[in-house]
């Protein structure tokens, strides 16, 4: 008993290994049939047959693929999608304090005496302060939604192709163009409620208005308020120009097909 199964072990080994030879030989010859060819050819007087070369890989489709709807809707859906998360990031818990791209300091005019105050001990004034700021911007962005999705529903078919043709922040432009002045208007009045509980912007105002009159604090800089609302608008038109750039240079990271296929037809 114990010989039959041995034997027939045997006889499913080698059964194996000719099957795996049989296998290797095919794939031989299947590697091999093109210099075998070759060779017949050269043997009878005939030239060999060219190597078929591959096919260009085209470089691009280009814009003029789509239609003039498709390319706007593609790219308002896209800038749509920049803009609100650019949004969410700065208006959620230490969007901007938290966030160095962004994260407002003091005004040049305090950056002078900070050193001095925090080597009196009074550096917590300063650290108050910039907290306060930044807490006051964040509750000011998110009216910044609304302004900029009506900035992309009013966007002409000239704006659209002059954003997919133009820089990789030809969208952030088009937005600051547009949205800044509303912008303005909607974030101050939030700051100013926000900076009314901080009694250092109150002392920081009286002590600007008269700095300027001597030359020590930049006019732009007098009012914190103006301060910390052209702060926030620039620190919200900087992530914007970084979403974009990331659509633009990875056309996948954009919402929709469409999107992607016409972000990829112009890939810087």
Not at 113 to 128: C, P, T, W
């Amino acid at each position: 008993m114990f010989k039959h199964h041995f034997i027939h072990g045997v006889a499913a080994v080698f059964l194996t290994l000719s099957s795996a030879q049989a296998v290797a030989l095919d794939l031989g010859s299947l590697v091999n049939k093109e210099q075998l060819d070759k060779l017949k050819g050269e043997a009878a007087g005939k030239p060999a047959a060219p190597a078929a070369t591959p096919a260009a890989v085209p470089s691009g489709i280009g814009l003029d693929k789509f239609s003039n709807k498709d390319q706007i809707g593609s790219l308002k859906q896209a800038l749509t999608q920049g803009a609100e998360t650019a949004v969410a990031n700065l208006a959620k818990e230490n969007g901007y304090l938290g966030n160095p791209k962004v994260r407002i300091p003091l005004p040049e005019s305090l950056q002078k005496v900070d050193g001095a105050l925090r080597k009196f001990g009074m550096g917590k004034y300063a650290d108050e302060l910039v907290t306060s700021m930044n807490h006051a911007a964040e509750a000011a962005v998110p009216e910044a939604k609304a302004l900029l999705v009506g900035a992309v529903k009013n966007m002409t078919i000239a704006d659209a192709k002059g954003i997919l043709t133009g820089s990789e922040d030809a969208a952030t432009q088009y937005f600051r163009k547009n949205t800044e002045a509303a912008l303005s208007g909607k974030f101050k009045p939030i700051v100013n409620k926000s900076m009314q509980k901080v009694k250092v912007a109150e002392k920081y105002d009286q002590f600007a208005g008269k700095g300027v009159k001597f030359g020590l604090v930049n006019e732009q800089d007098a009012k914190l308020d103006d301060y910390i609302t052209r702060k926030a608008m620039d620190g919200l038109f900087l992530m914007m120009a970084e979403q974009e750039k990331a659509i633009r240079a990875n056309p996948l990271e954009a919402t929709g097909n469409l999107a992607k296929k016409i972000f990829s037809a112009i890939k810087f």
